[in-house]
């Protein structure tokens, strides 16, 4: 073996984390280590979310120091980048690190300059590069990958796309924790969380979408898993609630109601969640296949309640077909949650602020709104650099002369006030009890233990965030931009 012990860390740490943050494993890097286990004596994973004592780069560092001789990290997302960046230049330079992951492959040159440790940074999906590296196959053959050598940065050719039957599922073994619903540090419910994911790719062209181009260009096209091999991961986890995600499980109708068929036949019983378009409504079968197979909630990307906007990203369709579809969709006892856009080129305050009424207005249970980003190969970019008064940050943050990153952050709260008020979480623990059934009553019971130390936990949150106040007085007085 050309190596002994490889650790592979998620270095992401949530000391104030909402339930999301931490609800599920990194699945991303468990499908690498399902590549590379073949190829080391002994793997290591750690998750730094939930591992304390190692959230401490001294005790990480002494670990690695005594007990590793390569170190693989993924870095997926923006939040923490400097910190994690901070982190990796502490590495020791004798033992080779390797990078890889969506923010990776998209910073490859800002990696190399900004952490002296890094040797290889692994580009685009990294399942047959990291076999190809463990291997000991020279690095100039290796393609996927960008490294270091003799002073100077190397790219190799990008790494075609691999068949998603060819790549093993993750390896949840290694895992040290189960990943459980947390909101402000509380434990609700023990409620126990995994993903599966189903296919690759998506057939749509949304422009303002991150994911469906990835850092390098590449389109993914829609790819699925055999069905067997779907169930056969099913049936080996443990967790309660399963999140499928796809990012439209249901891209292949025929392939969804056979997924939902065999479900119910090997007598799977979870609870799914899934994303999903608003085209499913128009598939009444698929649906009442699912409710019978236990997916309790459908995440939806509606993303504006205005047409030109809509038309803007294109999303294929309009405000009318929405309000058309979740008709439909609220015949069914399936929690719906929907995602919105808010800060879109041209968009109005008004028109930002209308996401919550309109939500209401169409039977959403809940939203979650993001400002627009603007990725390196984004469909929008050119429309967004040549937007009178708007600027795009290094961060692929947008904001205009008239709504500056302060602004559209008070919007935000705005729209999260007028949504959210004390009723809807009425509504929401409502729906999930005693329509889609979401809940058990013994887990009922098990909230209401814990619920004042929820609310304790979430006054201390807005306290340490310095509005309280804030909050109070929009919650519970006048909620204004």
Not at 172 to 199: E, I, P
Not at 245 to 256: G, Y
Request: charge should be positive; glycine fraction near 6%; charged fraction near 25%.
């Amino acid at each position: 073996m050309k190596y002994k012990h490889a650790l592979f860390l998620n270095p992401y740490i949530e000391s104030h984390t909402t339930s999301v943050m931490k609800l599920f494993p990194p699945t991303g890097l468990e499908y690498v280590v399902a590549s590379a286990k073949d190829y080391v004596d002994k793997i290591t994973l750690l998750d730094l979310r939930y591992e304390k004592e190692l959230t401490n780069p001294v005790n990480l560092l002494d670990f690695v120091r005594k007990e590793i001789d390569v170190i693989c990290v993924t870095i997926g997302w923006d939040r923490q980048f400097k910190e994690i960046c901070g982190l990796l230049s502490c590495m020791p330079q004798n033992i080779p690190l390797i990078v890889g992951g969506y923010k990776a492959t998209e910073m490859t040159e800002e990696l190399f300059k900004t952490c002296p440790p890094i040797k290889i940074i692994v580009r685009g999906e990294g399942e047959e590069t990291i076999k190809e590296i463990f291997k000991g196959i020279p690095l100039k053959d290796i393609s996927g990958i960008s490294y270091r050598e003799g002073g100077k940065i190397i790219h190799n050719a990008n790494r075609p796309l691999p068949d998603v039957d060819t790549v093993a599922s993750p390896v949840r073994s290694l895992r040290n924790n189960d990943y459980r619903l947390t909101v402000n540090g509380v434990n609700v419910m023990n409620l126990t969380f995994d993903s599966v994911l189903s296919a690759r790719g998506c057939p749509y062209n949304c422009k303002f979408c991150t994911f469906n181009l990835n850092p390098l260009g590449q389109k993914r096209t829609y790819a699925a898993r055999s069905i067997n091999s779907v169930i056969k991961e099913l049936k080996e986890i443990d967790a309660k609630v399963v999140l499928f995600s796809d990012d439209n499980l249901f891209t292949d109708i025929k392939r969804a109601k056979e997924l939902c068929d065999a479900i119910v036949e090997h007598k799977i019983k979870k609870r799914f969640v899934a994303q999903a378009r608003l085209e499913i409504a128009n598939y009444p079968e698929l649906l009442e296949k699912m409710v019978k197979a236990g997916f309790k909630a459908l995440l939806l990307g509606v993303e504006s309640p205005n047409d030109r906007i809509l038309k803007q990203l294109n999303k294929g369709f309009d405000s009318a077909t929405i309000r058309k579809a979740f008709k439909v969709l609220t015949k069914y006892p399936i929690y719906y949650s929907g995602y919105f856009i808010y800060g879109n080129i041209g968009e109005t305050k008004e028109e930002m602020l209308y996401i919550a009424q309109f939500a209401k207005e169409i039977g959403l249970d809940s939203i979650a709104w993001n400002k627009l980003r603007i990725e390196k190969f984004s469909p929008l970019r050119a429309l967004a650099e040549n937007a009178p008064g708007y600027h795009i940050t290094e961060r692929g943050e947008l904001y205009s002369d008239m709504y500056d990153y302060p602004a559209l952050k008070k919007i935000g709260r705005t729209i999260k006030f007028s949504f959210y008020t004390p009723l809807r979480y009425i509504k929401i623990l409502w729906k999930n009890v005693f329509v889609t059934r979401f809940f058990t009553f013994r887990e009922i019971l098990s909230l209401s233990v814990v619920i004042p130390r929820l609310i304790a936990a979430a006054i201390k949150r807005e306290v340490q965030k310095g509005r309280l106040v804030d909050s109070l007085k929009r919650t519970l007085i006048s909620n204004k931009a």
